[in-house]
């Protein structure tokens, strides 16, 4: 039996958005402390699948960082750490690169949607990503993995890889991992339309809240987002087919804790000139601590940088070994 324990990260590919916060941070520290071995990454080699200016990323890097940390990832209870500081998520994702099939790649929803109609000019890091992926999650053999929707697919793509592993060296080595999918964060839409997922990258900032928005621009943002006439309806299902409406309501649960059942509930009949201003105060409520702590580590990069070490140390303890004996299993 594995050790239940937990892995997920971020990318430092720019600034953290609402939808970073409540579909992973803000679980992520939910899970720290429990049942599980929690391990967080900054997942610095993901982020340069697509160009990152070198000082842009250093900046957003300590970023993620100071997300985490000011929104109560505590380094003795959790393991925080860089990718790119433990080498075995390298060596490992190369070994993963030698198991995955092409097939398997090419049946990626997110390359596509990211390569788009440039599939031939985007890096081969892009399209091999969700094996170093997998490499992140099994170098810990974690058993589950909190992540958005958006991500359920490399997940899947993870127990492919230890399954045919395990299938192929006649082993029992890597776990199946379980995504770990739920609540009404699990798909934090844009402001826009609500039909597309926020996004650190790409889109214009009205359409995500960024952790760091200051309250006048978290009002404005909600202010502006795009709603239909009705406003919030009676049950439920009265959200069906308005995906704009839907995605405001999933914030405010996600945001407070509760279920959309419960908003919708407490909000039944109230016009968006209600709502609107509400969930921007529970949001300025909610983030503003967290934005004004991001600042206070981010004015202290050393603090920041010791920890990290730390975290790799402990990253490597756990990581090291199990790599080892991957290549032992294979023969090298
Ligand atoms: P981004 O897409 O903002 O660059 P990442 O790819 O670094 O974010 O994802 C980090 C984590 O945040 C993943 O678990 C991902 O599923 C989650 N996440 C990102 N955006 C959203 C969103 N809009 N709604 C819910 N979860 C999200
Ligand atoms: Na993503």
Request: hydrophobic content about 40%; charged content about 25%; proline content about 5%.
């Amino acid at each position: 039996a594995f050790t239940p324990r937990v892995f997920s990260g971020i990318k430092p590919s720019g600034g953290l958005t609402l939808g970073n916060y409540l579909g992973a941070i803000k679980r992520f520290v939910d899970m720290q402390g429990g049942e599980f071995e929690t391990i967080y990454c900054v997942v610095d080699m993901h982020a340069v699948t697509v160009w990152q200016d070198p000082k842009d990323l250093h900046h957003a890097t300590r970023e993620v960082a100071a997300g985490y940390l000011a929104s109560g990832i505590d380094p003795d209870k959790s393991i925080l750490f860089n990718q790119s500081r433990v080498s075995a998520h390298a060596e490992l994702g190369w070994l993963f690169n030698c198991v995955a099939r092409v097939g398997w790649m090419n049946r990626m929803t997110q390359f596509k949607d990211k390569a788009g109609e440039n599939s031939e000019g985007v890096s081969l890091g892009l399209y091999a990503y969700p094996a170093l992926m997998a490499a992140d999650i099994l170098a810990y053999h974690a058993t589950h993995v909190p992540v958005g929707e958006d991500q359920k697919q490399h997940v899947e793509l993870t127990r492919d890889i230890a399954n045919k592993f395990n299938h192929d060296y006649k082993v029992d080595f890597f776990p199946e991992t379980i995504p770990v999918i739920e609540g009404p964060a699990m798909r934090v839409m844009n402001l826009r339309d609500g039909t597309k997922k926020m996004s650190k990258s790409g889109e214009s900032d009205m359409e995500r809240i960024n952790m760091t928005d200051d309250a006048d621009k978290i009002a404005k943002k909600f202010k502006k987002a795009k709603t239909d006439p009705d406003g919030i309806p009676e049950t439920l299902e009265g959200l069906d087919g308005r995906p704009e409406a839907r995605n405001l309501v999933n914030i405010y649960a996600a945001l407070n804790d509760m279920t959309n059942e419960a908003v919708v509930a407490e909000y039944a009949g109230a016009g968006w000139g209600k709502f609107k201003p509400a969930l921007a105060d529970l949001a300025v409520e909610k983030l503003a601590p967290i934005s004004i702590e991001m600042q206070r580590f981010m004015d202290d990069p050393a603090e920041i940088d010791r920890i990290m070490a730390k975290g790799a140390a402990k990253a490597k303890a756990i990581a090291d070994p199990i790599l080892d004996k991957t290549f032992d299993i294979m023969g090298f």
